[in-house]
């Protein structure tokens, strides 16, 4: 089993930045590459980036690349995501979760986190 706990969620203004953080438990942490999506009221679930298991490898959704930056501290058990130069748009419930780096891409993955809120005002 795996755990996720994501935090760093909150309330910022259009242009400021956010770090969210995902504490992974359980199995082997570089057994897996780890992803973040995000899921706004109304909408589905959307992959917002992912990283190998090694760390060289990102991946992004056209919409955040320059402005997101995905990196994992394996010492810690932790990924990042940080996200600057936010926009409204970017509101939603953030997930962290954990798989192989295609099953992420496509969405599916075994384990995921509780998800954070990221508010965007503008």
């Known amino acids: 089993q795996v755990q996720l706990v994501e935090s760093g969620g909150g309330l910022v203004q259009a242009g400021g930045s956010l770090r969210l953080s995902c504490a992974v438990s359980?199995?082997?942490?570089?057994?897996?590459?780890l992803g973040w999506f995000r899921q706004a009221p109304g909408k589905e679930r959307e992959f917002v980036a992912a990283?190998?298991?090694?760390?060289?490898?990102?991946y992004y959704v056209g919409s955040v690349k320059g402005r997101f930056t995905i990196y994992r501290d394996n010492a810690k058990n932790t990924v990042y995501l940080q996200m600057n130069s936010l926009k409204p748009e970017d509101t939603a419930v953030y997930y962290c979760?954990?798989?192989?780096?295609?099953?992420?891409?496509?969405?599916?993955?075994?384990?995921w986190g509780q998800g954070t809120q990221v508010t965007v005002s503008s």
């Open positions: 359980g199995r082997t942490f570089t057994s897996y590459a």
């Open positions: 979760a954990a798989d192989s780096a295609p099953r992420l891409r496509v969405g599916v993955a075994n384990y």
């Open positions: 990283i190998s298991w090694s760390g060289g490898i990102t």
